[in-house]
């Protein structure tokens, strides 16, 4: 019964021959009610990895912030920054200890380190690598007009467009999902952001 009340979400990451792109709608939703029309759920993590998120807001954003606390410590210990599956593994970690009061949040974590990379995390932090990955309520929908029109080495703009076009296809069948989308791309050269109203 509580699950129906779980906030829905539509977030994708791609890589492409020099980077990764992560995308997310805006629409925050519980049940039938759309709560806010204009929500973040990409977050930079250090200067070259970020996550897109869907379910829970809150627990978004204290996760976010708790890895990105501590990659601001490790790069002062090691005077480095933090590779991406170093990221995705620190957060799989606090996920899994969190497992029985969970963070109810599914994450991707994109960045590039040597290479582009894209991991997806659970509620309860499994860690799987892939080159393409979307969550929460609108994945189905998004995920089938991927699989069709992917391509390994695209270039950053054919990857931001079948982005914001998966997004649209979930947004269009998927009421959680909705009122524009986040775009955030990584490469060697930094991170760059974008917003769209539809």
């Given at each position: 019964m509580a699950f129906q009340f779980m906030p829905g979400a539509t977030a994708i990451g791609?890589?492409?021959?020099?980077?990764?792109?992560?995308?997310?709608?805006?629409?925050i939703s519980y049940g039938n009610f759309v709560v806010n029309k204009n929500t973040k759920k990409i977050f930079p993590i250090t200067d070259l990895v970020a996550s897109?998120?869907?379910?829970?807001?809150?627990?978004m954003q204290v996760l976010t912030r708790q890895v990105g606390a501590l990659g601001k410590i490790r790069k002062l210990e090691t005077r480095r920054e933090m590779a991406t599956n170093s990221v995705a593994k620190l957060m799989s970690v606090i996920m899994f200890e969190r497992r029985y009061f969970p963070l109810l949040t599914q994450v991707i974590v994109g960045g590039v380190h040597t290479t582009p990379e894209i991991y997806t995390l659970d509620p309860l932090g499994s860690l799987l690598p892939d080159n393409y990955a979307v969550v929460g309520t609108g994945a189905e929908l998004a995920l089938g007009l991927i699989d069709s029109e992917y391509k390994k080495n695209m270039t950053e703009d054919a990857s931001k467009k079948l982005a914001i076009k998966a997004i649209k296809s979930s947004i269009q069948r998927d009421s959680a999902s909705g009122d524009g989308v986040d775009i955030l791309a990584i490469s060697k050269k930094g991170i760059e952001e974008e917003s769209i109203n539809l």
């Amino acid at each position: 019964m509580a699950f129906q009340f779980m906030p829905g979400a539509t977030a994708i990451g791609l890589t492409y021959q020099d980077g990764i792109i992560l995308a997310a709608d805006k629409r925050i939703s519980y049940g039938n009610f759309v709560v806010n029309k204009n929500t973040k759920k990409i977050f930079p993590i250090t200067d070259l990895v970020a996550s897109a998120c869907a379910g829970m807001v809150a627990d978004m954003q204290v996760l976010t912030r708790q890895v990105g606390a501590l990659g601001k410590i490790r790069k002062l210990e090691t005077r480095r920054e933090m590779a991406t599956n170093s990221v995705a593994k620190l957060m799989s970690v606090i996920m899994f200890e969190r497992r029985y009061f969970p963070l109810l949040t599914q994450v991707i974590v994109g960045g590039v380190h040597t290479t582009p990379e894209i991991y997806t995390l659970d509620p309860l932090g499994s860690l799987l690598p892939d080159n393409y990955a979307v969550v929460g309520t609108g994945a189905e929908l998004a995920l089938g007009l991927i699989d069709s029109e992917y391509k390994k080495n695209m270039t950053e703009d054919a990857s931001k467009k079948l982005a914001i076009k998966a997004i649209k296809s979930s947004i269009q069948r998927d009421s959680a999902s909705g009122d524009g989308v986040d775009i955030l791309a990584i490469s060697k050269k930094g991170i760059e952001e974008e917003s769209i109203n539809l």
